[in-house]
């Protein structure tokens, strides 16, 4: 077996697990195949939060399976753990893995049967060609024995009896900003999310092995390093759900974040997605002084409705979401303030959504990521009525749109004529991300045509 390819949807979470793989797998001896070529071995890692991303994933499946018939055709990720019925037509075409801690081992048996049958070694196969030539042992005899040598559930997935980790990341090549995974798990059960029935165990990475991590990305040359996690304000707890958090551990994630931006080297520390709560006076106290995390946060309000929070489950009140953002602003200077907004919720009225809007235009917000309500199966509520009706819900996300640009351009007002620091994402054409997140147009400098890639630019921004 000699070459793979990889292909990830979904969160930051998955995409940083999906570089792990790959450098496992160069590590086994494999290359990595071009992005349009075809692959000995193609793992899908997917995602299912929305309707819209379990289709992506099977889309995806099935484009590999075209593309590649005989590879060996690797899918885990969220999608089967989640909404596993929605796979079970192709159970014999390939290897659909629960759980990800088990991969490595699946992985190692897998490359492990192909040198033994001989079927790829035995041939000077060029790197992008999808078929496997004499074969003694094909793809789908491979899948089957995989299965064979590992204990299975009923429905046939694959259950290895042990694990083994995956190794720390060395770099993350071709990219400007890294993904660093710090924390798993959320049992919030919040009562739209699919999440807490598919990463259950809730639990954080040490912190030397976070520091050795954010080094080696340093030393790999990344200029902005971006903690994340599934629930990252949960970083050192056993749960998601605060009123069992132990006090003692509630600064966990401050003290950690004060430590990785301490690293010499590093040019900027972001931190993903956290709730209204995480937001401590410690946590603003490191962020105040440590220059290099930027002044952003992401905070996910979903609804500015009461009675709308209530139903989702929420750990927050519109009055102590409110009151984050105050604090915030008062401990930073000119904070981004980013968040998501989940329209149409089961029992959203006109009145409920006017309320987002009031809400979102008293935070100011400087991003809103607007999401269409998807009902999950197996959430409840999937079965809250009642429904929005989808026209509505077009209309009402175009408003908020509408809403979103108007409140992007009046914070970026703010900068104009200001100087920003910003690392270079791409040089085709040139723009890169500031630190408090916005996209900055590059084009205009007099070194556009030999910025490079990763590369921090102090600027004047000027529109």
């Given at each position: 077996?000699?070459?793979?390819?990889?292909?990830?949807?979904?969160?930051?979470?998955?995409?940083?697990?999906?570089?792990?793989?790959?450098?496992?797998?160069?590590?086994?001896?494999?290359?990595?195949?071009?992005?349009?070529?075809?692959?000995?071995?193609?793992?899908?890692?997917?995602?299912?939060?929305?309707?819209?991303?379990?289709?992506?994933?099977?889309?995806?499946?099935?484009?590999?399976?075209?593309?590649?018939?005989?590879?060996?055709?690797?899918?885990?990720?969220?999608?089967?753990?989640?909404?596993?019925?929605?796979?079970?037509?192709?159970?014999?075409?390939?290897?659909?893995?629960?759980?990800?801690?088990?991969?490595?081992?699946?992985?190692?048996?897998?490359?492990?049967?192909?040198?033994?049958?001989?079927?790829?070694?035995?041939?000077?196969?060029?790197?992008?060609?999808?078929?496997?030539?004499?074969?003694?042992?094909?793809?789908?005899?491979?899948?089957?024995?995989?299965?064979?040598?590992?204990?299975?559930?009923?429905?046939?997935?694959?259950?290895?009896?042990?694990?083994?980790?995956?190794?720390?990341?060395?770099?993350?090549?071709?990219?400007?900003?890294?993904?660093?995974?710090?924390?798993?798990?959320?049992?919030?059960?919040?009562?739209?999310?699919?999440?807490?029935?598919?990463?259950?165990?809730?639990?954080?990475?040490?912190?030397?092995?976070?520091?050795?991590?954010?080094?080696?990305?340093?030393?790999?040359?990344?200029?902005?390093?971006?903690?994340?996690?599934?629930?990252?304000?949960?970083?050192?707890?056993?749960?998601?759900?605060?009123?069992?958090?132990?006090?003692?551990?509630?600064?966990?994630?401050?003290?950690?974040?004060?430590?990785?931006?301490?690293?010499?080297?590093?040019?900027?520390?972001?931190?993903?997605?956290?709730e209204p709560a995480d937001v401590t006076d410690?946590?603003?106290?490191?962020?105040?002084?440590?220059?290099?995390?930027?002044?952003?946060?992401?905070?996910?309000?979903?609804?500015?409705?009461?009675?709308?929070?209530?139903?989702?489950?929420?750990?927050?009140?519109?009055?102590?979401?409110?009151?984050?953002?105050?604090?915030?602003?008062?401990?930073?200077?000119?904070?981004?303030?980013?968040?998501?907004?989940?329209?149409?919720?089961?029992?959203?009225?006109e009145d409920d959504f006017q309320q987002t809007?009031?809400?979102?235009?008293?935070?100011?917000?400087?991003?809103?990521?607007?999401?269409?309500?998807?009902?999950?199966?197996?959430?409840?509520?999937?079965?809250?009525?009642?429904?929005?009706?989808?026209?509505?819900?077009?209309?009402?996300?175009?408003?908020?749109?509408?809403?979103?640009?108007?409140?992007?351009?009046?914070?970026?007002?703010?900068?104009?004529?200001?100087?920003?620091?910003?690392?270079?994402?791409?040089?085709?054409?040139?723009?890169?991300?500031?630190?408090?997140?916005?996209?900055?147009?590059?084009?205009?400098?007099?070194?556009?045509?030999?910025?490079?890639?990763?590369?921090?630019?102090?600027?004047?921004?000027?529109?």
């Amino acid at each position: 077996m000699k070459t793979f390819s990889i292909h990830t949807l979904g969160c930051k979470v998955n995409q940083y697990e999906s570089r792990q793989l790959r450098q496992y797998l160069e590590q086994a001896g494999l290359v990595a195949s071009s992005p349009d070529g075809c692959a000995d071995m193609v793992v899908v890692n997917t995602c299912c939060v929305t309707h819209i991303a379990s289709a992506k994933s099977r889309q995806s499946i099935r484009r590999a399976l075209g593309k590649n018939p005989d590879a060996v055709l690797i899918v885990t990720g969220c999608l089967p753990i989640g909404q596993g019925q929605e796979l079970s037509d192709l159970d014999e075409k390939c290897l659909i893995v629960k759980d990800k801690d088990h991969l490595p081992v699946l992985l190692k048996r897998i490359l492990a049967r192909h040198n033994q049958s001989g079927s790829l070694n035995a041939t000077n196969k060029p790197p992008n060609c999808c078929k496997i030539k004499d074969k003694t042992e094909n793809s789908r005899q491979i899948v089957a024995a995989s299965r064979q040598a590992v204990p299975l559930g009923n429905d046939k997935t694959a259950h290895p009896a042990q694990s083994e980790t995956l190794p720390l990341l060395n770099s993350y090549d071709g990219q400007s900003r890294a993904f660093l995974k710090v924390q798993d798990g959320c049992d919030a059960y919040c009562t739209y999310c699919i999440i807490p029935k598919i990463r259950t165990k809730v639990c954080s990475k040490d912190v030397k092995n976070i520091l050795l991590e954010a080094q080696n990305l340093i030393e790999a040359g990344h200029q902005e390093i971006v903690l994340t996690g599934i629930f990252l304000g949960a970083y050192g707890q056993s749960t998601s759900r605060r009123k069992h958090w132990d006090p003692a551990l509630r600064d966990s994630l401050a003290e950690m974040a004060a430590h990785v931006a301490e690293l010499p080297g590093l040019g900027r520390l972001r931190l993903s997605s956290l709730e209204p709560a995480d937001v401590t006076d410690r946590l603003l106290e490191v962020f105040q002084t440590h220059s290099n995390i930027a002044p952003h946060l992401h905070l996910p309000l979903q609804s500015g409705s009461a009675k709308i929070l209530k139903k989702m489950a929420r750990q927050y009140t519109i009055d102590q979401f409110l009151d984050v953002i105050s604090r915030v602003r008062a401990a930073l200077d000119r904070p981004a303030i980013t968040t998501d907004i989940i329209v149409g919720f089961p029992g959203e009225t006109e009145d409920d959504f006017q309320q987002t809007l009031d809400v979102c235009r008293q935070a100011e917000f400087s991003k809103i990521h607007v999401f269409s309500f998807s009902p999950r199966k197996n959430t409840p509520a999937a079965e809250f009525e009642p429904k929005v009706p989808v026209l509505v819900i077009r209309q009402r996300s175009s408003r908020l749109h509408a809403l979103d640009q108007t409140l992007q351009d009046e914070f970026r007002r703010k900068f104009i004529g200001q100087p920003v620091e910003v690392i270079v994402e791409s040089t085709r054409p040139p723009k890169g991300r500031c630190e408090r997140y916005f996209m900055v147009d590059l084009s205009g400098l007099p070194n556009a045509g030999t910025l490079q890639k990763g590369q921090r630019v102090r600027m004047i921004l000027n529109k």
